[in-house]
């Protein structure tokens, strides 16, 4: 089977199930940013020395693999064949309890934060929140329009509490930190 079939040739792609539609259809705009917030992890995790954070980090895509299995599937019949876990309340509670732990373990903020943190994890980790905030406003428009599979809407809550928890990691990933107000 080769990757390329020419199906798509004329804007519109399969989702998972028998439907097609536009390549630019707030669902695919939803995956695509998924997409590629997974792919700015994948190179945040390549990048660091500190297993911990690797494998945190291998989880959040693990994550994300079935939050566009969510976006993309056409019903919920279409996930069980596929045995995709839908995200759930309890991946919520996982990601703020991680949160909670890290804001622990990093010195209290004085302010806006100028994304970089003195080390290339840290600023791919800040790329990495600033496209998840991007992929939850475009999954919002999404379930505004359309709605979940099964009436959940934890893959948005999740997506929010992503951005916080990508947030400290790289506050907590980082060398140095220079405040907005800092004037420099």
Same mark, same amino acid.
């Given at each position: ?31 695509g940013d998924v ?43 279409? @996930?069980? /064949? %596929? +045995?995709?876990? &839908? ?13 909670? $732990? ?14 970089g943190g003195g ?10 929140r600033a496209v ?26 999740? @997506?929010? /509490? %992503? +951005?916080?928890? &990508? ?13 907005? $107000?800092?004037?420099?």
């Open positions: 089977m080769s990757v390329t079939t020419g199906r798509g040739d004329k804007g519109r792609t399969g989702i998972l199930g028998s439907s097609r539609c536009n390549k630019w259809s707030p669902r695919f705009e939803a995956v997409d590629e917030l997974s792919t700015i992890l994948g190179i945040a995790r390549q990048s660091t020395e500190d297993e911990r954070v690797a494998r945190e980090i291998l989880v959040i895509q693990k994550d994300l693999y079935r939050l566009n299995a969510e976006l993309a599937a056409e019903s919920q019949e279409v @996930l069980s /064949r %596929l +045995s995709v876990m &839908l995200i759930g309340p309890g991946d919520v509670r996982r990601v703020e309890e991680r949160v909670r $732990e890290l804001e622990r373990q990093i010195d209290r903020l004085k302010g806006f934060v100028i994304p080390n290339i994890v840290s600023a791919r980790l800040d790329h990495a998840c905030r991007r992929a939850e406003r475009r999954v919002g428009r999404f379930l505004s329009e359309q709605g979940t599979i099964d009436g959940d809407t934890s893959i948005l809550k999740y @997506l929010n /509490r %992503l +951005s916080d928890y &990508l947030f400290i990691l790289a506050r907590h990933t980082e060398t140095t930190r220079t405040y907005a $107000e800092d004037g420099k």
